[in-house]
């Protein structure tokens, strides 16, 4: 009588034993459900900045731009690569989450910078054509300018050097142009959200 008592507890232990490790299955089928919709995610949001980029038809794009992008495209292709092994550690896919995260909110930011300078750029040189022939300096500048956009592809560059010569002509003009292509954009420029996010 004592053996069958104690057969039916190891018994109900053991049945025990199985129902948590079902759960933890069944917590780590969740987990993985989660970090493979993660992951589906980043990969739509590493496409749509790309397409960003090429619908605007920019002459170049900078090259540490493109080091960036390409860096965080290879850590979508690891995570996607480690999420296909037949033992998942998701501990490891958690943290490699977790940056891929960081990482691709900075490229958005590096994105959104590259296009509104290129913008910005492109419209300010436009602006400058009004007093380049009656002011030698806007000229030289819009020229450098031009150079810094077509050849060179440093898009804050050619916006930082027009815009300085324009302030000087007619006080004023960069940010009322500046406001005005955020106001079009339907956002407010960067340094604005950042001041508000200290406040």
Known sequence: LAHQEQQQKDLHQIEEQQGEILKSVAGLADEER????TLRQFDFKLHSLRRQ???INLPGIPQDYLDYFFVVRD???QLATDMDQPRIDMERITKQLLIIQTDLDTLGEKTNDL???AELAEQLIQYANRY???HQDVAAASKQAAQLFERDHQYAQAL???ATVLDKVEPGSYKRLEDAYYERKGRKKPSDESLEKGA
């Open 160 to 162: 930082e050097t027009i």
């Open 34 to 37: 989660q970090a493979r919709e």
């Open 75 to 77: 850590e979508v292709e």
């Open 132 to 134: 380049a022939t009656s």
């Open 115 to 117: 296009l509104d300078s």
């Open 53 to 55: 980029v090429e619908n």
